[in-house]
């Protein structure tokens, strides 16, 4: 009996039901292999090898139903009129971020290194620590930064159980969750700190049998979200390695005021701690130009522009703003906002700062009682 011949439509469509179960089986075996187990670059891609430990964030980021993992903002600062008004209003935008949906973040402390109290221990939760002997610095004040935390963490009563470090001039533009992951913390990237590039100097601080340089991770101690535990034991080598580096004539002339921040870097990989980078940790205006979903704004920069809206880094722009044209007292209130074709990141920096200080109660009247104080 002869087999009766098949219909190429019923083929066709046999044929097109296994493509079907083949392409989803295959794209559920790559989308488990990209979640689970190929580590991911910052851009996104996946590379087949990798052997560096600093890591991208895994997809999981904010389970539902995971419990939070709630960090202390920390930050520096001193008594000067300069570093005062800073601090007033990033505690103004923490208070705010700290409330928003998806934000991790815990407590509170300014870590003031004047040695005595000043007029915001009742603005802002602030613990006062000793400076360092008169002279140690060799004027480089930012070495009283380690030391800082060195004290602090002797003595205060920390619940949560991460730390961020920040700054003065950090504003908190959206809420920020617990960045870091197991025994990784999550740091930013700065392109001007190059390890590699200064080996011969590193060495002197990080020896060969320690590792590779690229150990050495291309960050400051902030924007960092560390464990306590962690920060506790590279704090004091921290300190230690800023003190040398800074004794060292050639160590201090090739980095110059980013030494401290070499000095947590290296610290960090003699402890055998390397960090996640995160670019979308901070932005830095008038370079970087879009908000997006990052977390902080880092006003570092002067912003500079002529009325065309045309940046003129380096050169007084007929409108701008810089915190250095602020030494000796705070901004007023209500800042002319930028004209017309500047970026995004340089217009809600200056609405946010003025947010923050049309809404600090006394902030002319404090502003009149810190400058009396120069």
């Not at 960050?219 to 560390?226: D, F, K, L, R, T």
């Not at 007023?332 to 609405?351: A, D, Q, Y």
């Amino acid at each position: 009996m002869g087999m009766r011949k098949t219909s190429p439509f019923l083929l066709i469509l046999v044929g097109f039901g296994f493509f079907i179960a083949a392409y989803n089986l295959s794209s559920l075996v790559i989308h488990n292999w990209n979640r689970n187990l190929a580590p991911q670059l910052l851009d996104g891609s996946s590379p087949l090898i990798r052997f560096d430990p600093v890591i991208g964030m895994p997809h999981d980021l904010m389970k539902s139903g995971e419990p939070r993992r709630l960090f202390h903002v920390a930050v520096t600062a001193t008594y000067a009129p300069y570093s005062k008004w800073q601090c007033r209003i990033m505690y103004y935008w923490y208070k705010k971020a700290k409330k928003m949906k998806g934000s991790e973040m815990g407590g509170f402390t300014r870590i003031l290194h004047s040695g005595e109290p000043d007029n915001l221990m009742d603005e802002i939760p602030t613990l006062v620590v000793d400076p360092l002997p008169a002279g140690m610095d060799r004027g480089y004040i930012v070495l009283n930064r380690p030391w800082a935390f060195v004290q602090w963490l002797k003595v205060a009563k920390i619940e949560e159980d991460y730390i961020l470090m920040a700054e003065p001039d950090h504003i908190f533009v959206n809420p920020l969750p617990n960045l870091s992951r197991g025994d990784y913390p999550a740091a930013f990237s700065f392109f001007y700190i190059k390890p590699s590039e200064n080996e011969k100097i590193i060495r002197k601080y990080y020896p060969e049998e320690k590792g590779p340089v690229t150990n050495v991770d291309p960050i400051g101690n902030s924007p960092v979200i560390i464990k306590k535990t962690q920060l506790e034991k590279i704090a004091p080598t921290w300190m230690n390695v800023s003190l040398k580096m800074k004794e060292d004539p050639e160590t201090d002339k090739a980095f110059g005021w980013v030494l401290e921040m070499y000095a947590y870097a290296v610290a960090s990989a003699l402890h055998g701690v390397q960090h996640i980078l995160r670019k979308d940790f901070m932005i830095q205006p008038p370079f970087d130009l879009k908000i997006g979903n990052t977390f902080i704004i880092h006003y570092t920069y002067g912003c500079d522009y002529n009325l065309k809206g045309k940046l003129t880094y380096g050169k007084i722009g007929e409108w701008r703003f810089d915190k250095r044209s602020y030494l000796q007292g705070p901004p007023p209130r209500n800042l002319s906002l930028p004209p017309p074709g500047v970026p995004e990141s340089v217009v809600t920096l200056v609405k946010m700062v003025n947010e923050a200080t049309a809404n600090i109660p006394g902030w002319d009247e404090g502003s009149d009682r810190i400058e009396s104080e120069i």
